[in-house]
T-cell receptor
Framework: EDQVTQSPEALRLQEGESSSLNCSYT??????LFWYRQDPGKGPEFLFT???AGEEKEKERLKATLTKKESFLHITAPKPEDSATYLC??????????FGQGTRLTINP | GAGVSQSPSNKVTEKGKDVELRCDPI?????LYWYRQRLGQGLEFLIY????????KSGLPSDRFSAERTGESVSTLTIQRTQQEDSAVYLC???????????FGPGTRLTVT
């Protein structure tokens, strides 16, 4: 069974304090790994898609990387507006997306 | 352009009543998905439509849940004889086609009293 595990469940950082969020997965035949951001009371907002090990994508203070077993979402010099829940999801073959439980990120000013 | 829209944004209903939730996907997106998100939980897949193909209903939790989609436009998710455990946020998403990134609507918060 495809599984996605995100860690930590929650993370508090000071503004400017860089860190990484982890998404570990076990799937047969990864088709794509997706990162989303979700603000309270809103639907998830698409951030990145990664397709193969070694791939990296960047957007502002966020950089996503992918290996054969996990993905990292690196956040550099975060600001309070980066506070949100970050969701990871994987798709294997023709299967549906499987989401992790998310990491709740809080950036204190 | 316009994103995915859902209505109503909030719905409070009594146990045993039927409810209908609506989703308007992004124009031109052939794939449409419904998810359920319980408080503090991840997203739970419910059903998926791709063009005129038969929908993938494998995530529907019981036969009280059903969904329809007219062509490549609006979809409705119907929950019959609602139960308290149906209380959740119901999210709709669409994508250009299966396997592409999904764009989500704001969700419908359903509360069953």
């Amino acid at each position: 069974e495809d599984q996605v595990t995100q860690s930590p469940e929650a993370l508090r950082l000071q503004e400017g304090e860089s860190s990484s969020l982890n998404c570990s997965y076990t799937v047969s035949g990864l088709r794509g790994l997706f990162w989303y951001r979700q603000d309270p009371g809103k639907g998830p907002e698409f951030l990145f898609t990664l397709y193969s090990a070694g791939e990296e994508k960047e957007k502002e203070r966020l950089k996503a990387t992918l290996t054969k077993k996990e993905s990292f979402l690196h956040i550099t010099a975060p600001k309070p507006e980066d506070s949100a829940t970050y969701l990871c999801a994987v798709q294997a073959g023709a299967q549906k997306l499987v989401f992790g439980q998310g990491t709740r990120l809080t950036i204190n000013p | 352009g316009a994103g995915v829209s859902q209505s109503p944004s909030n719905k409070v209903t009594e146990k045993g009543k039927d409810v209908e939730l609506r989703c308007d996907p992004i124009s031109g997106h052939t794939a449409l998905y419904w998810y359920r998100q319980r408080l503090g939980q991840g997203l739970e897949f419910l059903i998926y439509f791709q063009g005129n193909s038969a929908p993938d209903k494998s995530g529907l939790p019981s036969d009280r849940f059903s969904a329809e989609r007219t062509g490549e436009s609006v979809s409705t998710l119907t929950i019959q004889r609602t139960q308290q455990e149906d209380s959740a946020v119901y999210l709709c998403a669409s994508s250009l086609r299966w396997g592409y990134e999904q764009y989500f609507g704001p969700g419908t918060r359903l509360t069953v009293t």
